[in-house]
Nanobody
């Protein structure tokens, strides 16, 4: 499975960005997807996750109400719409895919089987 993120960049505080993650190599619609981020000197942290059908979504408290995760299984793509961006949102953003069955923690990076290379998001004051 290959995951390729795009859409990062430099934006002023209060602005918006939409990240995309295009998947290939496996049936996209059967995988749960997640977005994580990692700032310099910090651990990778959970941002949002979405079920295989798109019917269930989950968010970190720090982004709830500002970010929206969605997916288009026909396009093999998952999105992260980020609004009201803050300087503390600055990080490299990664998408991840999980195809394994069974119970898992959506916010735990080790729950995911595949990762993209990341895209930089920088929010200026």
């Amino acid at each position: 499975v290959q995951l390729v993120e795009s859409g990062g960049g430099l934006v002023q505080a209060g602005g918006s960005l939409r990240l995309s993650c295009a998947a290939s190599g496996r049936t996209f619609s059967t995988g749960a997807m997640g977005w994580f981020r990692q700032a310099p000197g910090k651990e990778r942290e959970f941002v949002a996750a979405i079920s295989w059908s798109g019917g269930s979504t989950y968010y970190a408290a720090s982004v709830k109400g500002r970010f929206t995760i969605s997916r288009d299984n026909a396009k093999n793509t998952v999105y992260l719409q980020m609004n009201s961006l803050k300087p503390e949102d600055t990080a490299v953003y990664y998408c991840a895919a999980r195809y394994s069955g069974g119970y898992y923690s959506k916010s735990d990076p080790s729950s995911y089987d595949y990762w993209g290379q990341g895209t930089q998001v920088t929010v200026s004051i």
